[in-house]
């Protein structure tokens, strides 16, 4: 019987959950042993009882619950081979030669990393006599399977990740609060929304709110310009009759000299320049709280139950893989290539090539 664990990995997001339910029970309905390693890769490397066998009642109740329930962390220790070998010697002595990793780009390419130094790991324990022979011909090799769980909608090969959707809802809703007090006052608000350098949250919030203006880090806007440029385009519609200023900022927002562009800094502009009573609103973990939308639990289910369909069909040569959405449909694709294309969008933006940047985040990568 095919042993499968299963972790969640890095900030948490609404849908995990429900992609650690869908792994679990599809794993059982496939004749599979999965097991929950609690607390990311912490629980990989405590190993004894931060790795249990899970039964299908384990996860009842998970389909509409907020957070990970088996619990997440970021895990410097992962990052040293040190770490990544005793992981792989929990996982051996637990017989598990599958893992399903449900996080975003940093945690399966520590995933990833895993699986390509598995031949040096084998050699090294079987050296220091931590295995047996016998062990290391069983599990020679470790199928990966990636699922994105991270609300900032920044990995490549996939047209959404799981929780996105969820935290732009929470985003909306948390902006038409906003709007009715700015209108009460006739206020500008300045809000800030989570990302890291994807301003994929903000360009959607904005769309779906009618901000009057975004700023994002893949369209930085010209240095020397911005604040004018901002400026004259509140103001026109103030003149026009709006009561109200909405600017959306994406965590990650920056200048065309790549100079961070703050909210506090918009918000001193709007005050001194316009005169607007201004209040900046910094939305913050709110974005990740709160039980996932329909979206999120449906990918989440159907994304896991892939995953282990996924691992059923793989063989030593297959290698590590994420599960997307792409045009409706759900993907297996190669992990390595899905963090490489990643990884190029943040460069792009690193060395200015904004339309190269632009051009990467919106299409889907693969064509
Ligand atoms: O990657 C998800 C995310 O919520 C980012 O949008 C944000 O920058 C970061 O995590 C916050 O991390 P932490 O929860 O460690 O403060």
Redesign the pocket.
């Known amino acids: 019987v095919k042993r499968i664990g299963i972790l969640t990995s890095?900030?948490d997001s609404q849908g995990m959950n429900a992609a650690v339910r869908a792994v679990v029970r599809m794993a059982i309905f496939r004749g599979c042993e999965p097991f929950l390693i609690h607390e990311g890769y912490n629980g990989l490397i405590k190993g004894k009882d931060m790795i249990s066998k899970a039964s299908w009642e384990d996860v009842s109740g998970f389909l509409t619950t907020g957070g990970t329930v088996i619990g997440t962390a970021?895990c410097t220790e992962f990052r040293e081979y040190e770490g990544r070998q005793i992981a792989a010697l929990n996982l051996i002595k637990t017989g598990i030669s599958a893992l399903v990793v449900i996080g975003?780009d940093g945690s399966l390419t520590g995933a990833d990393n895993l699986r390509a130094e598995w031949p040096n790991h084998i050699a090294d324990l079987l050296k220091k006599d931590l295995i047996t022979k016998q062990m290391a011909t069983d599990f020679s090799c470790l199928m990966i399977v990636g699922m994105v769980g991270?609300?900032?909608n920044d990995l490549a090969t996939t047209d959404l990740t799981i929780g996105a959707v969820s935290a732009l809802t929470r985003i909306c809703e948390a902006v038409d609060a906003l709007q009715c007090t700015a209108s009460s006052h006739h206020r500008a608000f300045v809000v800030e929304v989570?990302?890291?350098s994807c301003g994929w949250l903000a360009l959607s919030a904005a769309i779906c709110t009618g901000a009057d203006y975004v700023f994002i880090p893949e369209d930085p806007p010209n240095s020397s310009t911005w604040e004018k440029k901002l400026c004259t385009e509140l103001k026109n519609r103030r003149d026009a009759g709006k009561k109200t200023s909405l600017v959306i900022v994406a965590?990650g927002a920056v200048d065309s000299e790549l100079n961070p562009i703050k909210s506090e800094h918009i918000k001193d502009i709007l005050t001194t320049r316009l005169n607007y009573d201004t209040r900046v609103t910094i939305l913050g973990?709110v974005?990740?709280g709160g039980s996932p939308s329909f979206y999120d639990r449906y990918l989440g289910t159907v994304q896991g139950a892939e995953a282990i369909e996924a691992i059923l069909k793989a063989d030593a040569s297959t290698p590590s893989l994420v599960i997307g959405i792409l045009e409706n449909k759900i993907t297996a694709q190669p992990l390595k290539e899905a963090i490489k294309l990643t990884k190029q969008v943040a460069n792009e933006i690193k060395n200015k090539n904004f339309s190269r940047a632009l051009e990467l985040r919106s299409t889907s990568f693969l064509n």
């Open positions: 890095g900030g970021r975003g991270s609300i900032d989570m990302g890291r965590e973990h974005q990740r």
